[in-house]
Every structure is written in C-alpha cells, then in structure tokens.
C-alpha cells in the first residue's frame, strides 16, 4: 500500500465538465449548471469519489452541480449562519461559551453541493498561518471558558501530515485537557488519506475526537469502512453528522440502513441537520413537518443508539438547536400526557 496515494488522487481531482465525464455523462440539468455559472462554490471531485458517483444518483446529487443551484431564494444567505458576527479572529467563530470553531483551510477532497459555507470553501485561501495560529492559541490561552476546538474549514484532513500535526500539536501545547474535534468529511470523501500513520500519530494527541459527514449508505464503501476501522483501532471515538437532503435521504428505509451501518462500524450518529439557508440549497431542503415524521418512524425503526439528534442551526446567528419532536400531548391533573411512537397516550404523575 502506498501511504501517499491521496495526495495522488487529491490532485487529480475534477475541476472542469471534460474530467468529470470521464466518470459521468452529464444529464441536460447538471450540463445547463457548466453552461449558466459564473460565480458560487466551483465543481471539485476527486476520482474516488467521481467513480462512485457513477454508481450512485445519491452520491451523484451530493457532488455534481445541477441548474437548480442557480436559484437563489429570498430567506437564504452567503453566511446563513451569521459567523462573521462572531468572529473575534479572521479564522476563528467563537459562537458557544465553552467551544471554538477553526477555519483551518478552504481546501476538500470534494465539493459539497450543498456545503452551508459554501461563500468560504474552495475559494483558494491559504491554510491558517502560522501567525493566525498563534492568535488563537493566545486566545485560547486567555479564555479558559473554552473547553473545546473545533477544527474545521473546508476540510483539515486535505493538509499534508507534517503542517497538520505540526497545527494539531500547537493547539494541544495550550492547554493538555482541550478536546480537539475533527470535523471532516475525508473517511467518506477521500478515505485513502486515513493511513496508520496518521491514525498512529493523533493518537498521540491527547483528547481528539473525529466527526464524520456520512449522508447516504453508499459511501459505506470497502474503503471507507477500512478508515473508519482504523480510526476505531486507534483509540478515536468517531461519530456522525448527517445532512437531510431531499431526494437523497429524506427516507426513512435510507437512514436506518445508514445509521445502523454506521453503529456498526463503532460510528454513533449524532447529529441529523436539517438544511442550512445556503444561497443556492433549496433544491435539497426538505420542510420541517417532514423531518419531524422521518425521526419518529425511524424511532420505531433502530435503537436508541443509532439515532442522531435532529438539529437546525437557526438562520441569522441564532445557534444550534435540537428540533426534538415532542412526545407531550398536554399537562393534566394527573400529570403529563405523553404519546408514544406507536400513538398510544400514557400519563406520567406530576409529583
Ligand atoms: C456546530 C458548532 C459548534 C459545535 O456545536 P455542538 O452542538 O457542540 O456540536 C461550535 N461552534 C460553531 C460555530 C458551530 O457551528
Ligand atoms: S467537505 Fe464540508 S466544507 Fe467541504 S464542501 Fe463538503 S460540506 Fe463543505
């Protein structure tokens, strides 16, 4: 096995409709998106992924653009999340009391059709400097509140092994019991970049845990159940963050399978979101009441364990909530009134 074999794959990406028809033949939709477009997030697929998508229409929809990209809708936005509002540093969001997210790098092994930070990603900024790095770590050293960095962007795992660690390893002298979270979307975007050696090394870290984007049981590929193992062997908790997308797998049958696959490769599914308002996403939004039904059919379907928390972050800066579907019917004398999945009503006395 080659251990560099990403770096290989990575840079043989495809950025333009002639690459990517080596691997698909575009239909009217996806070709009137190449002919129309002239700003927003550009089309970027490695091989690995590209092979795949000419197997899956799920994964297809998840990286080959389509004209219904171009609408732009009156509620969304280029920072639907209002993180530059809470930007004390150029690449730092410092949203939550206890935790930061990092901007490490704009770089990914693929873009997302329906990346929410889509206005950062790919738009060839460098890495987090060293002189940025060392900002927030200053600041990470004076406000002792936070109790966790969230390394993001883009996707950190697109950064050679030496810069990375060498980033990992700043962050880690601030403070021995910060929790590093890894977000990224490698071990189903590109999981030849998991290697022994990377695994070996984070596991030299110190508290880190890895959060994976896996939206659809096809990128449960041989491959990137191989990373997922070796992120398991080497001591790394890892879970999941799930993007609902319509007409990919805003089904209950599709997210059972994935999440249940998931548990089983040692994945907890944590979060289930539902679509930010990202310019040019409506086409994969499904609407609230629908989610809502998804996640009490699937209550009937898989364990407590494989279910994630559905969650929306509030458009505007209004932060992360959980949209638990409510399970009280109303407050009686007796006590709460409660329906379970099945919809029969049960009371639970108000002592
Ligand atoms: C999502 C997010 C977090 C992490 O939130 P959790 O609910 O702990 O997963 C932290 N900071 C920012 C800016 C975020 O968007
Ligand atoms: S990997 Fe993440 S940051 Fe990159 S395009 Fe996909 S969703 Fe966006």
């Given amino acids: 096995m080659y251990e560099d074999n990403w770096k290989k794959l990575l840079s043989q990406s495809c950025t333009t409709v002639s690459e990517l028809s080596e691997y698909i033949t575009l239909n009217r939709e996806e070709q009137e998106w190449f002919d129309t477009v002239e700003t927003g997030l550009s089309l970027l697929v490695n091989p690995y992924f590209a092979e795949l998508a000419g197997t899956s ?160 049981p096809h990128e449960l590929t041989r491959e990137s159940r191989g990373a997922l193992n070796l992120l398991r062997k080497g001591g790394l908790p890892v879970m999941n963050q799930t993007v609902l997308l319509k007409g990919i797998n805003d089904r209950e049958d599709v997210l059972a399978e994935l999440f249940q696959s998931l548990l089983v490769q040692g994945v907890k599914p944590y979060y289930l979101f539902q679509g930010d308002l990202a310019a040019g996403t409506s086409h994969f939004r499904t609407n609230l009441e629908r989610g809502w039904e998804i996640m009490k059919n699937l209550r009937r379907e898989i364990s407590g364990l494989a279910m994630p928390v559905y969650a929306v972050d509030l458009p505007g800066g209004g932060g992360k909530i959980p949209l638990s579907e409510s399970y009280l019917v109303e407050k009686k004398e007796a006590g709460f009134c409660f329906q379970n999945p099945e919809g029969h009503s049960f009371i639970y006395p108000d002592e």
């Fill in 57 to 216: 229409e799920a994964i297809r929809r998840q990286c080959v653009p389509r004209a219904a990209e171009l609408l732009r809708t009156e509620v969304e936005s280029d920072d639907p999340l209002a993180e530059d509002a809470n930007s004390p540093l150029p690449r730092m969001v410092h949203r939550y009391k206890n935790r930061v997210a990092v901007l490490v790098t704009d770089h990914c092994a693929m873009h997302c059709r329906h990346c929410f930070r889509r206005s950062f990603t790919g738009q060839g900024r460098k890495p987090l400097s060293r002189q940025e790095r060392d900002e927030i770590c200053f600041y990470l050293k004076e406000h002792t509140e936070v109790k966790e960095v969230l390394l993001t962007g883009g996707d950190l795992l697109t950064l050679s092994d030496g810069p990375l660690l060498e980033l990992l390893k700043a962050f880690r002298d601030v403070r021995e019991d910060l929790l590093l979270r890894l977000a990224t979307r490698i071990p189903s975007s590109l999981p030849q970049r998991i290697t022994p050696y990377l695994v070996q090394e984070l596991g030299k870290l110190g508290p880190v845990w890895v959060i994976t984007q896996f939206n659809h």
